[in-house]
């Protein structure tokens, strides 16, 4: 895999044309895009539709989280657009996730299930508010994660400062992919557990997930380059390459 693949572009924009716009701008520099809630309902799926066209992979981060069986159709239709990686809320529970597997590997071998442990944009102390725990952060996505691989799921989205732990309790396989992503010339904005894209890979990330820090850079061909640079450094420092 080329470390330009292990980089998702979040193309987190509230119109398809300020997304394409990007793509564009782009170009060859990137193979790889995620696809939130908010641009997924205001291009009405028509994001896939293009990003396809254009032989992109794409990661449908619409996160399902509900009654097993609501997210397990949510997800078989998830299977049928074309997507690369997809994603279900790992609290939703070890029963949820089980259902996602069974029913989606009935029609789709290949798409990348994904668990979504706790957000990066979380401390410790609004996860204490939210959870009423004093468990750790990364206790917490420990289980998580157990649970999502014990379900059948192909991996997990995590702070960058927990696929460390997950990668040596869990296996090699089990991918981890890493939002909480910046580079050390970029802005933090609203993620608390961050790292630069050299380090993260080295920490035992599969996949990056870089929005701002490229999104709004003057140049986003040549932001998407410099993440591409470090992330080929955190390959070679970890013997990856």
Same mark, same amino acid.
């Given at each position: ?100 597997? &069974? ?7 290949? $798409?990348?299930?994904? %668990?979504?442990? +706790?957000?990066?944009? !979380?401390?410790? #102390? ?23 691989? &014990? ?7 995590? $702070?960058?400062?927990? %696929?460390?732990? +997950?990668?040596?309790? !869990?296996?090699? #396989? ?39 820090? +490229? ?27």
């Amino acid at each position: 895999m080329q470390a330009k693949d292990r980089m998702i572009i979040a193309l987190d924009f509230p119109t398809m044309t300020e997304a394409i716009e990007l793509v564009e701008k782009i170009g060859d520099g990137a193979t790889f895009y995620k696809v939130g809630l908010e641009l997924f309902l205001n291009s009405s799926g028509k994001m896939i539709e293009y990003l396809a066209g254009k032989h992109k992979k794409i990661f449908l981060d619409l996160k399902f989280h509900d009654i097993p069986n609501t997210t397990a159709m949510a997800s078989v239709f998830a299977s049928k657009e074309n997507v690369f990686m997809y994603n279900v809320h790992a609290t939703g529970g070890k029963k949820m996730m089980s259902k996602v597997v &069974e029913e989606v590997r009935k029609i789709d071998e290949k $798409s990348l299930l994904i %668990a979504v442990t +706790i957000l990066t944009s !979380l401390s410790q #102390e609004e996860v204490k508010e939210t959870f009423m725990t004093e468990t750790s952060i990364k206790d917490l996505a420990m289980n998580l994660a157990r649970l999502a691989k &014990e379900s059948g799921m192909n991996g997990v989205v995590c $702070s960058p400062w927990e %696929a460390k732990y +997950i990668k040596e309790a !869990l296996g090699e #396989e089990f991918k981890t992919v890493c939002p909480g992503v910046r580079p050390a010339w970029s802005a933090t904005n609203d993620q608390t557990r961050i790292m630069t894209p050299k380090n993260a890979m080295m920490n035992g990330c599969d996949f990056l997930v870089v929005g701002r820090p +490229i999104t709004k850079h003057e140049d986003p061909a040549l932001a998407a380059r410099l993440v591409v640079e470090e992330i080929e450094e955190g390959l070679k420092e970890a013997g990856k390459c």
